[in-house]
């Protein structure tokens, strides 16, 4: 059966990086692609953004540019968040998701940053 | 950036009601349009994609619906566990857009 599982909670300090990462098993990596959504406490969803698993190129929402990078190890079909220069409102859960439709989804990843 | 106004925001529902939840968008998104339920501490669960096409597994109480910028997520015959937060997603134009989301609880 498809699933997504992600790596555990972190806590970290402002100006801190972390990687958050997806694994994916149950079909073949490469035949969908990889989104990204935040939840932050207390608010809805937000998309940040895609990953092509089959070429590599990622799509960032607006507001996710700059700090917040995509990747891939095809190899352990797995995709990673990376977010750099951490700030306190960074703080949220992080899921990953399967293709267009995010039909499957990970357990989630949930960041807390503070000082 | 296509905006979805979900409604209500929330709302109480007894057992056995049917319930109905609407997403419009600020344009046609040509039923590229997808439901998620969420209960606290749990990732979304996917129930509709493509508008109206139910995800194996998903219960057939619910249903989706709509063309255009209108669409409707209807649950025939609520149940305990449907309590949660439903959203909606455009994903016809970059980037998608995510609902506000119905809070649904059980009167």
């Known amino acids: 059966q498809i699933q997504l599982v992600q790596s555990g909670p972190e806590l970290k300090k402002p100006g801190e990086t972390v990687r958050i990462s997806c694994k994916a098993s149950g079909y073949t990596f490469t035949t969908a692609g990889m989104q990204w959504v935040q939840k932050m406490p207390g608010k809805g969803l937000k998309w940040i953004g895609w990953?092509?698993?089959?070429?590599?190129?990622?799509k960032y929402a607006e507001d996710f540019k700059g700090r917040f990078a995509f990747s891939l190890e095809t190899s352990a079909s797995t995709a990673y968040l990376q977010i750099s220069n951490l700030k306190n409102e960074d703080t949220a859960t992080y899921f990953c998701?399967?293709?267009?439709?995010?039909?499957?989804w990970g357990q989630g990843t949930t960041l807390t940053v503070s000082s | 950036d296509i905006k979805m106004t979900q409604s209500p925001s929330s709302m109480y529902a007894s057992l056995g009601e049917r319930v109905t939840i609407t997403c419009k968008a600020s344009q046609d998104i040509n039923s590229y349009l997808s439901w998620f339920q969420q209960k606290p501490g749990k990732s979304p669960k996917t129930l509709i994609y493509r508008a109206n096409r139910l995800v194996d597994g998903v219960p057939s109480r619910f249903s989706g619906s709509g063309s255009g910028q209108d669409y409707s997520l209807t649950i025939s015959s609520l149940e305990y566990e449907d309590m949660g937060i439903y959203y909606c997603l455009q994903y016809d134009e970059f980037p998608p857009t995510f609902g506000g989301g119905t809070k649904l609880e059980i009167k």
């Open positions: 990953i092509n698993t089959h070429s590599g190129v990622p």
């Open positions: 998701a399967r293709s267009e439709e995010l039909d499957y």
